[in-house]
């Protein structure tokens, strides 16, 4: 039920769509998924929602790009600045904070390595180029409708998937 309150409305076109790991994440992480304002992580024994402030992200996002009014221009900033404008009923020195909630969910006494299968492919992939280390990219990382995990438990199985906005 937990679930179903912080994924209502998944992502902000209405469903998740599932991005494979091929090392750009960290190897426990299986599948990710983006809703908006946090992400949604399949693992092998169970799944993760990060869960961020919607109003932190906001104005972490104007500090960085700045508010151009439809232009494309984006404010480049140096580690050494800083977010001038603090978060809402915070203090000085809040500016940097991002607020948020992980939830973690395990499956207690499952098998360890259930057999994963996604499925409904997409049309899209993601391309991972971050950094200088060439070691670390991943490019054409398939994204898929859903994922099921087979035999968490002998004869049951757990699929992840949205309908109708709701994981």
């Given amino acids: 039920m937990i679930i179903l309150f912080f994924c209502n409305n998944a992502s902000s076109q209405n469903y998740l769509e599932f991005i494979e ?24 024994t169970g799944y993760r ?4 402030n919607k109003d932190d992200l906001n104005r972490i996002r104007e500090s960085v790009h700045g508010n ?5 221009m984006q404010k480049q900033i140096t580690s050494a600045e800083r977010i ?17 909630h992980v939830y973690e969910m395990k499956f207690l006494n499952a098998s360890e390595h259930p057999v994963i299968i996604p ?8 391309n ?3 950094g200088n280390d060439s070691t ?18 002998p004869d049951i199985d757990v699929r992840y ?4 906005g709701l994981l």
């Fill in 136 to 153: 670390k990219w991943a490019s054409n990382c398939k994204t898929y409708g859903g994922v099921t995990y087979q035999n968490v438990y």
């Fill in 84 to 100: 001038k404008k603090p978060a809402p009923g915070g203090e000085a020195g809040d500016e940097n904070i991002l607020r948020g």
């Fill in 68 to 72: 151009h009014s439809g232009t494309t």
């Fill in 161 to 164: 998937y949205t309908s109708n």
């Fill in 128 to 130: 991972y180029i971050i």
């Fill in 21 to 44: 790991n091929k090392g750009q994440w960290d190897a426990k992480v299986k599948f990710k998924g983006d809703m908006g304002a946090g992400s949604f992580v399949l693992q092998s």
């Fill in 49 to 52: 929602m990060v869960l961020y």
């Fill in 119 to 126: 499925d409904k492919p997409q049309n899209s992939y993601s």
